[in-house]
């Protein structure tokens, strides 16, 4: 809060692993598990497709300066983090 003021994001964003059900979720990701990231803008007129802000990981890291998926190893978190979900609703 800024003089009693809140500040309200441009966007907001959610990046999603997708698993099946088992244990061991580090191990079990590859360079082919599914990744949605979205970024969202915070705004009224934004509608239900939320598929059309789809982006990358790396871009949400960007933005916000957090290394997501720090615990998988390197080499398969850099293919995850450049791609764009491409599946189709």
Known sequence: MDNDNITVPDSF??????LPNGSNDISRVTTSTRVIAI??????GVGRDWAQYKT???SIE???GYDLFENIPNSIEAVLESNIDNVVF
């Open 39 to 44: 970024n969202v803008p915070n705004d009224q």
């Open 62 to 64: 960007s933005l916000t």
């Open 56 to 58: 990358t990981v790396n």
């Open 13 to 18: 964003w959610k990046v999603a692993i997708i």
